[in-house]
């Protein structure tokens, strides 16, 4: 599995880069490595048995990937795809190959790993499309540890919050106006206040609070960001 920029460290450990779009592991194929997010974020994507598949979570740094090999489980479930470019640390495993003595540390990676894919899910079921785009790029923010969120494609957006790529555009637009996003300053960056930001403000339609009117130049600007 050579890569570009590839450096080998102690303990058989490789470490490698990978670019924005480069898959890392792909569904169904046999998993020979545990692979562990160094720097930047990662895309799970799940196929269905018919049909294209769809982003269900995002990882990122510390969270590992392909612990199922150690229980003899070697296919992979899901596609990782580099969400941004990224740096990945990889180890060789012998299929069912799992030490007492790291069990354990294997149990509590795989409950993590779990409850990502929970939190991941529940974003699928806030009733307002505003809302799950909010909380979607919060997990981004909150997996990369920073409160600066490059935005993802819309496509990779919409399908993390069950949105049409269009819906998404118009409800980071609502965001910006209502004062839950901010814009950075540079394309395609968004600030996100700390959470629980203007969460009492009275919300009379059911969504967000919308600072000011509805214009078509903020939609624009907006849309011009995912260009």
Do not use: Y
Request: charged share 20%; proline share 7%; with cysteine.
């Amino acid at each position: 599995m050579a890569r570009l920029g590839q450096t080998e460290g102690g303990d058989g450990i490789v470490e490698f880069g990978v670019s924005a779009g480069e898959p890392v592991l792909r569904q169904g194929e046999p998993v020979r490595h545990v692979l562990a997010a160094k720097v930047g974020l990662l895309t799970l994507r799940r196929q269905g048995p018919a049909g294209p598949g769809r982003a269900i979570a995002v990882i990122g740094p510390g969270q590992t990937l392909g612990l199922r090999v150690l229980a003899g489980q070697d296919a992979a479930p899901v596609d990782a795809v580099a969400l941004t470019d990224a740096r990945v640390c990889a180890r060789a495993v012998v299929p069912g190959a799992v030490a007492p003595a790291v069990s354990a540390a294997v149990l509590a990676e795989c409950v993590r790993m779990a409850e990502t894919l929970a939190d991941w899910a529940a974003i699928g079921r806030l009733p307002l499309a505003a809302q799950r785009v909010e909380a979607a790029l919060r997990g981004l923010a909150a997996t990369a540890d920073t409160h600066r969120v490059v935005l993802p494609d819309r496509e990779v957006l919409a399908e993390l919050t069950a949105c049409a790529p269009e819906t998404v555009s118009r409800a980071i637009a609502t965001l910006v106006r209502a004062g839950r996003l901010q814009r950075g300053e540079r394309r395609r960056i968004v600030v996100l206040p700390p959470a629980g930001a203007d969460a009492a403000l009275p919300m009379p339609d059911g969504g967000l609070p919308v600072a000011r009117q509805d214009t078509r130049a903020a939609d624009d600007a907006i849309n011009r960001r995912f260009a």
